[in-house]
């Protein structure tokens, strides 16, 4: 199972936005879906959005209003919309592609790096 790649990262202010790209997941051929995760460091890794295969879309509270997930025409990427960014928002942002039964088996990504400054 190849490696989703993370792309878009980058330091902004806040308020600034970011558009960050997962490419390698197979989406159109996939029955699981994508997920984000952050790292903020030093911190846990926390769950931020998800689409499903039939596009279905959910978000963390932390996040919800200001992000957004969505699939490309490519049937291969998946972008997140960073919008209102907010300094908590700085972290290392990875996807996760998911396949098997359950969609039980995870890949994840390298990550891309979001600094957010006040």
């Known amino acids: 199972q190849a490696r989703p790649v993370e792309s878009g990262g980058g330091s902004v202010q806040a308020g600034g936005s970011l558009r960050l790209s997962c490419t390698g997941t197979?989406?159109?051929?996939?029955?699981?879906?994508v997920d984000w995760f952050r790292q903020p460091a030093g911190k846990q890794r926390t769950w931020v959005s998800s689409?499903?295969?039939?596009?279905?879309?959910l978000y963390s509270d932390s996040v919800k209003g200001r992000f957004t997930i969505s699939k490309g025409k490519d049937g291969d990427t998946v972008y997140l919309q960073l919008s209102n960014l907010k300094p908590e928002d700085t972290a290392l942002y990875s996807c996760?592609?998911?396949?098997?039964?359950?969609?039980?088996?995870?890949?994840w990504g390298q990550g891309t790096q979001v600094t957010v400054s006040s």
């Open positions: 197979g989406f159109a051929s996939n029955p699981c879906g």
């Open positions: 689409i499903s295969p039939d596009g279905v879309t």
């Open positions: 996760k592609t998911s396949r098997g039964t359950m969609c039980r088996v995870g890949t």
